[in-house]
């Protein structure tokens, strides 16, 4: 194989794959309709014309045989009235109007069958033409739906692999650390608040205790010696009878009955 040959194929096969690429079913289908369209166009004009191509023949056809005839009739008054030789120059005439009536029936004949082919086959490009129309439309359809099909794979495909499924993915990851974090929180500010109360009870007992050996201590040990007369105790003189006591907030009466229903117990 010679090296233009080989070329040649290379240009024909790469300009073959990029129309073949480049073709749009929806266009081409469009297109073709419209190049059918034209040819109805076409064919509908050349019916017209043969159609009308006939009319002119027959009427050709029927004016030579109405002359014919006419000179026929002449040539018939002319021999009644013993003109021979008119009658002879009328039978010629009317023979020169049958002969071209022959040629004319002839064409007008071949006329009618090519008119009547050229309708048919009208009538079939229409029937064409009409069946796919409706063919387009439904492949039309099928080549919006296939590319539809093919972007939402596509799509499909990319939420799967591109960084946005990926961020949705790293910030789940940080919602449910925060949420761990936030639940160990909890959980241990539970447990200090349990553990401060479990020292107070603890701190109680303690405290019950000692406050017991401290009396104890006391009842052994001497009676506290009288103070002299008119000595005042320092309580009594730090704290008078008629001392006013500032109010006490919400808080603490309710701390007060608290301790009062303690030393009730």
Known sequence: MGLFDRVSRLLRANVND????????????????????????????????????????????????????????????????GDEDLAREALVRKKNYSETAASLKAQLDGQAGMVDTMKKSLIQLEGKISEAKTKKDMLKSRSQAAKAQEQLQGAVGRIGTNSAMAAFERMEEKVLIQEAKSQAAAELTGTDLENRFAAL????????????????????????????????????????KDTVKAPMSPQDEELEALRKQIDGL
């Open 201 to 240: 009870s603890a701190g109680s007992d303690v405290d019950d205790e000692l406050a017991a050996m401290k009396q104890q201590m006391l009842g052994g040990s001497q009676s506290t010696a009288a103070l002299p007369q008119g000595t005042v105790s320092p309580t009594a003189a730090a704290t008078p």
């Open 18 to 81: 990029m129309v073949s690429k480049a073709e749009d079913p929806e266009k081409i289908l469009e297109q073709a309709v419209m190049d059918m369209q034209e040819d109805l166009v076409q064919l509908r004009q050349a019916v017209a014309s043969s159609i009308a191509n006939q009319k002119r023949s027959e009427q050709q056809y029927n004016k030579a045989m109405a002359d014919a005839n006419s000179w026929q009739s002449k040539a018939q008054l002319a021999l009644q009235k």
